[in-house]
Antibody, heavy 124, light 108 residues
Framework: QVQLQESGPGLVKPSETLSLTCTVS????????WNWIRQPPGKGLEWIGY???????NYNPSLKSRVTISLDKSKNQFSLKLRSVTAADAAVYFC??????????????????WGKGTTVTVSS | SSELTQDPAVSVALGQTVRITCQGD??????AGWIQQKPGQAPVVVIY???KRPSGIPDRFSGSRSGNTASLTITGAQAEDEADYYC???????????FGGGTKLTVL
């Protein structure tokens, strides 16, 4: 059973770069989309971006200029870098695997495995 | 369109049936996933695809779609179903992941 675990600093200074890693255990980085999602305190889920196992990426347009997601298949990990952080970037950050179906008449994508989340605070 | 719209809050009496809805253009192309999140916990998917339930999810949870609206139905709501529910899919292009704003379900 695949499990995901986020890791990285819980405190980042304003204007610096937030760096998080998601380690995949119980399976390998396979034919899925590997996502980063965040949740500010008391608010809903916000998609940050994903990387496909081939290495192609796609990002939320509102964050695209500051985000990079990368993949290390040898370590079974994918990572998030968010540059120039502000207080608005404080949130619980989740990594998630997205499964999908391209069967005609039954197209879907959904987040089938989630990490437990890691809290990131932005403060000097 | 890259938005999914949900009612912010819904309540249901214990043992009764409740429907939570989600609207968006992307839902005409892709089935929604429905995510349950309890306070302080990671999200858990309860419905995906054409009304599929992951292992361990009770059969009182079901999903449907009509046009651009997806629905999550809980038949015989239990106290433990009190949670935030989010719909999730891709936009019409298929490239962007989108989440609804979430519906807070209260079981009375």
């Amino acid at each position: 059973q695949v499990q995901l675990q986020e890791s990285g600093p819980g405190l980042v200074k304003p204007s610096e770069t937030l760096s998080l890693t998601c380690t995949v255990s119980g399976g390998s980085i396979s034919n899925n989309y590997w996502n980063w999602i965040r949740q500010p305190p008391g608010k809903g889920l916000e998609w940050i971006g994903y990387i496909y196992y081939s290495g192609s990426t796609n990002y939320n347009p509102s964050l695209k200029s500051r985000v990079t997601i990368s993949l290390d298949k040898s370590k079974n990990q994918f990572s998030l870098k968010l540059r120039s952080v502000t207080a608005a970037d404080a949130a619980v950050y989740f990594c998630a695997r997205e499964d999908w179906s391209a069967t005609p008449g039954n197209y879907y994508y959904y987040m089938d495995v989630w990490g437990k989340g890691t809290t990131v605070t932005v403060s000097s | 369109s890259s938005e999914l719209t949900q009612d912010p809050a819904v309540s249901v009496a214990l043992g009764q049936t409740v429907r939570i809805t989600c609207q968006g253009d992307g839902l005409r192309s892709y089935y929604a996933g429905w995510i349950q999140q309890k306070p302080g916990q990671a999200p858990v998917v309860v419905i995906y695809g054409k009304n599929k339930r992951p292992s361990g999810i009770p059969d009182r949870f079901s999903g449907s779609r009509s046009g651009n609206t997806a629905s999550l139905t809980i038949t015989g709501a239990q106290a433990e179903d009190e949670a935030d529910y989010y719909c999730n899919s891709r936009d019409s292009s298929g490239y962007q992941v989108i989440f609804g704003g979430g519906t807070k379900l209260t079981v009375l």
